[in-house]
C-alpha cells in the first residue's frame, strides 16, 4: 500500500490517503450518482479524536445518517475517476479530513478515516474489497491496521501468521480460513509481543470479514478512543 498525500503521490490497489483541507469546489461528475453506478465503497469512521462525522463528495452528502466512531455506512454507489471526500463533525461541521480518492469501474472499495484531528495528522486509507464469495466452508478475513501510534503487527489466527509485519495504513489481502471459532491476536511484529486478542470469534461460512486496528495505544481519556480491534462484516 502507497500513502498519498494532498499531491496525491501513489496509486495501487490499497491506497493511503492524507490531507487536511476543505474541499470547496463542486460539479455533477464529482456527486454520488444514483444512476448507473460504476463503482461501491464502504466509509469507515475510525478518526479517534473526531467523534462522528458526515461525509461529502463535493456538495452532495453520502451518509443518511451520522456515521459514529468505529461504525460504517453500507456499500455505496459511486462513480469511477477521480473525487475527494470530505469528512465534517457532525457537531461542528468543521472538515476534519478531505480524503483525495480514485475508484475504478466495478470494483468495490471500503475507505477508513483515521488518524488525529489534533495535530492535523488525519488520513484515508482506501482498501480494494474483493466480494467474490468463499469456497465452499468457508469465510474470508482480512486485517487493516488504523491504529496510528501502533507498531508494525503480525496477524494471527489462533496462533497462525496469516499476515506478517503489517504497519500503519496498510492491509492485508483477504484469505480464507475455514468456517468456525478462532481466537484473532496481533503480536508487536518486532518483539513479536502479544499487543491484543480476542478470543471466541466465530466465522461463518460463506460471510467476509475486515479486523480493524483502530484507537490510540496512548489515548487521553475522554477525548481519544482507546486501542482495540473491531470486526467487520463486509457481506
Not at 12 to 35: Q, Y
Not at 80 to 108: C, M, R
Not at 140 to 167: E, T
Not at 176 to 186: M, V
Request: glycine residues 8%.
Amino acid at each position: 500500500m502507497l500513502p498519498l498525500n494532498r499531491a496525491s503521490k501513489g496509486l495501487l490497489g490499497i491506497l493511503a490517503l492524507t490531507g487536511l483541507f476543505t474541499f470547496s469546489s463542486c460539479s455533477k461528475d464529482d456527486d454520488n450518482t444514483t444512476v448507473e453506478p460504476d463503482a461501491t465503497v464502504k466509509i469507515v469512521n475510525v478518526l479517534p479524536d473526531a467523534g462522528s462525522v458526515d461525509v461529502f463528495n463535493g456538495s452532495s452528502k453520502l451518509n443518511s445518517s451520522t456515521i459514529a466512531y468505529g461504525e460504517s455506512t453500507g456499500y455505496l454507489n459511486v462513480k469511477k475517476g477521480d473525487a475527494t471526500f470530505d469528512f465534517k463533525s457532525s457537531v461542528s461541521g468543521n472538515t476534519v479530513l478531505s480524503a483525495p480518492v480514485t475508484f475504478e469501474k466495478s470494483e468495490n472499495y471500503s475507505l477508513f478515516a483515521t488518524g488525529e484531528t489534533n495535530g492535523n495528522t488525519t488520513v484515508g486509507i482506501l482498501a480494494k474489497d474483493n466480494l467474490g464469495a468463499p469456497s465452499s466452508g468457508m469465510a474470508k478475513i482480512r486485517f487493516v491496521h488504523a491504529s496510528p501510534d501502533a507498531p508494525a503487527f503480525n496477524f494471527l489466527a489462533n496462533d497462525n501468521v496469516l499476515q506478517d509485519g503489517v504497519a500503519y495504513k496498510s492491509s492485508t489481502e483477504f484469505k480464507e480460513l475455514a468456517a468456525g471459532t478462532y481466537t484473532i491476536k496481533l503480536n508487536n511484529a518486532t518483539s513479536g509481543v502479544t499487543a491484543t486478542t480476542r478470543p471466541d470469534v466465530v466465522l461463518q461460512a460463506g460471510k467476509i470479514y475486515t479486523v480493524v486496528a483502530q484507537g490510540l495505544i496512548n489515548a487521553t481519556p475522554v477525548v481519544e478512543q482507546p486501542f482495540a480491534l473491531n470486526i467487520m462484516a463486509n457481506n
